[in-house]
């Protein structure tokens, strides 16, 4: 069965970081797109980030750009996500999911999907991680 688990959320000062993870299970994250999307009390859900990970392109949505870091460990078959200079609006439930890719009949092989930061693009889905930014 294919699932993915987050951890690392937790209550953090304004100014601090975190590193979350996302780890698959059931199957291996190559040729996936792994995304993190949050969302925040009496708001819509928002794209954060996306990782390619066969080329290990990423992808930052405008207000995350240059303080939150994507990244991955094969080995470890875990996508991250590190956030510095956290501010309060960053307080949400952070979730990640993976875009399936699809199979070349001329390569024989699959195909990873591009990177997008809309939900609807992802097909498996965690449960979330609270991220909470409070003095």
């Known amino acids: 069965q294919m699932q993915v688990v987050e951890s690392g959320g937790g209550l953090v000062q304004p100014g601090g970081s975190l590193k979350l993870s996302c780890t698959a299970s059931?199957?291996?994250?190559?040729?996936?797109?792994v995304g993190w999307f949050r969302q925040a009390p009496g708001k819509g859900p928002e794209g954060v980030s996306c990782l390619s990970i066969s080329d290990d392109k990423a992808m930052y949505a405008d207000s995350m750009r240059g303080r939150f870091t994507i990244s991955r460990d094969i080995a470890d078959n875990t996508v991250y996500l590190e956030m510095n200079s956290l501010k309060p609006e960053d307080t949400a439930i952070y979730t990640c999911?993976?875009?399936?890719?699809?199979?070349?009949?001329?390569?024989?092989?699959?195909?990873?999907?591009?990177?997008?930061?809309?939900?609807?693009?992802?097909?498996?889905w965690g449960q979330g991680t609270q991220v909470t930014v409070s003095s």
């Open positions: 059931g199957f291996s994250l190559n040729y996936y797109a």
């Open positions: 999911a993976v875009r399936k890719p699809f199979w070349a009949q001329d390569l024989n092989r699959p195909v990873q999907r591009p990177c997008v930061l809309s939900r609807d693009s992802f097909e498996v």
